[in-house]
């Protein structure tokens, strides 16, 4: 499975403290504080950070999307992503809708760590 760009997103208490520390791990910054996320990257490294948003931190693929969140042109979209999944017998907590173009899924592992599969294309 093609689950494309992979990123982990990160439940945080402060979000202008979070950002300070990670830039001085010499992450650089997208987004607003205002919006109550941003996103963090370092080379092809990228943390996601979100406050009042999820309860759990969780692993973010992006089918679709390079590491710099540029479209591939071959990708497996998540409509097809879901139905190997299922078929696995795994147990999504949502699903996929069954038109096309930008949807999310996600499921748990057996720990109970969220993973979001969230296509943008």
């Not at 979209?77 to 699903?95: H, W």
Request: net charge negative.
């Amino acid at each position: 499975m093609k689950l494309g760009a992979f990123s982990i997103s990160l439940t945080v208490k402060d979000l202008a403290a979070s950002k300070a520390f990670y830039e001085k791990l010499g992450f650089e910054t997208s987004g607003k504080l205002e919006d109550n996320w941003l996103i963090m990257k370092n080379d092809h490294i990228i943390i996601c950070l979100f406050h009042g948003m999820f309860d759990k931190n969780m692993l973010t693929f992006n089918p679709g999307w390079d590491q710099d969140a540029n479209t591939l042109s071959d990708f497996e979209d998540i409509r097809d992503l879901q139905k190997k999944l299922l078929a696995e017998g795994l147990k999504l907590l949502n699903q996929a809708d069954k038109g096309s173009g930008p949807a999310s899924l996600m499921l748990e592992d057996p720990d109970g760590n969220p993973i979001l599969l969230d296509q943008h294309v």
